[in-house]
C-alpha cells in the first residue's frame, strides 16, 4: 500500500501540546505534486490513516520514505522517522497513542531532483499490535537533531510486508 502526501492530516510539530501541533511548513505544490515539507531544525510530523490487508501475516512492515531536498549536503545525513498508532476503542484521542518510533539516516549528497528513499523496517511487535484488518495511522517525521540545512519533501511512503 503506498499513500501520497495529499492523504495526508495536516503536518504538525512534534513537541507542541497534543490538539495545537499545526505549524507553518505543511502540504506545498511541487511540480505539480503535492508534498509534504519539512524545514530543518523542527521536529515535523505528518499522519497517513489506512488497514491493514486482510492478507497481512505478521511479518512486520517495512516503510519507504520516498523525498528528495531542497539543497544537497555531501557530508550529513538527513534523519527520517517512523512510527505506528492501532486505531481501536482502546485509543484515548487526546494523547499520543503511537509506539515507539524507530529513524533511519539517509545521505543528502543527492541532486535535488534525485528521489532518495529512505527505509525502516519494523518488527511484528514493534507496529502497535496490529493484524490482518485493524485500522492505524502511520507518523513519518524528520529529526530535528539532523544538521542538513535543506528542507526535506516527502513525496509519499510506501507500506510493505517484511520478508
Do not use: C
Request: no cysteine; glycine share 8%; hydrophobic share 50%.
Amino acid at each position: 500500500m503506498y499513500f501520497e502526501a495529499k492523504q495526508a492530516s495536516f503536518p504538525v510539530a512534534a513537541d507542541a501540546p497534543y490538539f495545537s501541533r499545526r505549524v507553518d511548513a505543511g502540504v506545498v505544490r511541487m511540480i505539480d505534486m503535492v508534498v509534504f515539507a519539512s524545514a530543518s531544525g523542527d521536529d515535523e510530523f505528518v499522519a497517513f490513516a489506512g488497514k491493514m490487508p486482510q492478507f497481512y501475516s505478521d511479518n512486520g512492515i517495512d516503510v519507504f520514505i520516498h523525498f528528495t531536498l531542497s539543497a544537497p549536503d555531501g557530508v550529513n545525513p538527513i534523519i527520517w522517522g517512523a512510527a505506528f498508532e492501532k486505531i481501536d476503542s482502546s485509543l484515548l484521542i487526546t494523547s499520543d497513542g503511537f509506539a515507539s518510533a524507530k529513524s533511519d539516516s539517509v545521505s543528502a549528497a543527492a541532486p535535488i531532483d534525485a528521489i532518495k528513499i529512505s527505509t525502516i523496517e519494523f518488527a511484528n511487535s514493534e507496529i502497535d499490535g496490529l493484524e490482518a484488518g485493524n485500522v492505524f495511522r502511520v507518523k513519518i517525521y524528520r529529526e530535528a537533531d539532523d544538521i542538513v540545512g535543506a528542507s526535506g519533501f516527502v513525496h509519499m511512503i510506501e507500506l510493505r510486508e517484511g520478508l
